[in-house]
C-alpha cells in the first residue's frame, strides 16, 4: 500500500513539472513587444484578413497603413521598377523617308519616367529602333485613290524601339511594342480659364493656372530638341506630296508611345522614416499630377457611368517631399457624353476621378478633373474650364469648300465646247488630276459641270453635312489631372 502511494505521488510530480515548464517556454511569445516578429525581415507583403491580423510594416505602400510607426526599420526596402505595360513617350528628332523594313529611325525620350520617387530615364535621353513593318495596299483602296490622282498612297508603318542610351553614357536595352494610335504630331492642350470672379484670384485657382503653364513649358522644351525643317523644306514637301507618285515620310517631331514588354528593374532603396512620413500627407489643394489613362474613352461608345482610370506617371513632391508615388491610380467615372452628329456636329466628353488607390491598397476620396491632355494637331480638340472635352471643326474646312464652289462656278460659265480652262476647272473639283485629263480629252461642257458640281457636292457634304468629329483618347493619353482644385462639374447640357 505504501509503495503504491509513493509511485503515485511520483507520477503527480512529473505531471505538474511538465505542465510548469510548458508555461515557462510559452511567455515569451505572448509578451513580445508589438507583436513583430524577432526575425529581421525586408518588405513584408499584406496578409489576408483569414490570417494573424497583428500589424504588419507594408513598403513601399502607404505609411498610415502601419500603425506602429517605429516598426519601420531600415531592413524595408522601396523596389525601383518600372513595370511592364509602362508606356514611354518618344518623339522622332528628324523626318524620315520610308525605304524598308529594318530602316534604323531614332528619337529622344519627351516625357520623364519615374520608378517610385527617382527619375530614372530623364528627358532627352537618346532612343534607338527601327522600322518592322510596312503594310500593304488592298486593290481597291489603290483605285479610289487612284481616282484622285493618288497613286502612292501613305502605308502603314509599324516601329519598335530597342535601346535607350542613358545621359551617362550606359546603352539600356529594351523591348516595346507601339500602342495602337500613335505616329502623329502631339500638342499640348490645357483647359480654359475660369471666368474673371472673386474666387478665381485665390491662391488655389492661381496655382492651377501656373501648373497647367508649366506643363506646356514642359511640353514645348521637350520638343525644342527635334529638328523642325525649315521654310523652304516644308514648301518642298508640299509639292512633292502633291505628285500623283512622290515618296513617304514620317515627320520630324511625330511621337510615339512605347510600351515596355519587359519591366526595367532600377534596384531598391530603403524607406525612411522621413520618407514614411512624408507619405502621410494629403495632396495640397490646387495640386496637379501628371498620369497616363488606362481606360480607352471615345465619344461614340463610351457610356454615362463608365468606369474610368489613370495611373500617375510622375511622383508629386512639394518641394523635395514625397506626396504621391508614381504608379498611384485614380478612379472615376464618365458623368457626360455626346457622340458626333450629323451636320457636323462634334462629340462632347466630361468625366471625373473621386478616387486614389495608393500602392499599398490605401482608397483616399478626392475631386480631380482634368486640366490638360495631349492630343494630336489634326483631332482640334479643345478643353472647357471644368476639363469637359470637345471635338472643334478646322478653319479650313471654309477655304476648301470655297475653292470647290470656284471651280463649279468656273466649269458652268464657259462658252460652249470651245472653253478648254472651263471644263478642266470641272475635272479638278471632281477628281483633281484625272477629272481635269477627262474633262480636257472629252472636250464637253456638261461633263466639265457635273465633274465640278461632283467636287463642289462632295466638299459641301465632307464638312458641313456629314458626322462630325467624336473625342477619342487612346489607352495610355498623356493627362495633366487637377486634385482638389474644384469641385466636381455637374453634368451640363450637351451643345447644340
Partial sequence: MALTRAVCSLLLAC???GWASGQDATAPLASRPGGQDATPSSVV???PASQDTTPTPVAPSRPNAVENQGAITAQETIPRIVPEGMAIQIALDEEVR???????????VVEPVWAFDKLVVPVGTKVTGEITKIEGISTGERALNALNAEFSPAHKIDVEFTEFVLPDGKHLPVRTRVTPGPGQVIQFVTAKDPDKTKD?????????????????REWNSAMEQVKQPGKLRKVERYAISQLPVHPQYIDAGTVYLAELRQPLDFGTEALSPQLAESLRSPPPDGAFVRARLVTALNSATSQKGDEVEAMLSRPLLDGERLILPQGAILKGSVIQVQPARYMSRNGQLRFVFHDLVLPGGLDEKVSAVLGGVQ??????????SEGGAQATSPKTRYLQTGIALGLAAVSAAGDGDADVLNKSAGGAGGFKLVGIVVGLVARSQPLGIAMGALGAGRSVYIHFVARGRDVVFPENTAMEIGIGVRTAPSEKPPQQ
Avoid at 98 to 108: A, D, E, T, Y
Avoid at 375 to 384: E, G, H, T, W, Y
Fill in 98 to 108: 520610308i525605304r524598308k523594313i529594318g530602316q534604323p529611325i531614332s528619337g529622344h
Fill in 45 to 47: 507583403p499584406s496578409r
Fill in 15 to 17: 505531471v505538474c513539472a
Fill in 375 to 384: 492630343s494630336a494637331k489634326s483631332d482640334n480638340l479643345k478643353l472647357d
Fill in 200 to 216: 478665381a484670384k485665390d491662391a488655389a485657382a492661381e496655382k492651377a493656372k501656373e501648373a497647367k503653364a508649366e506643363a506646356k
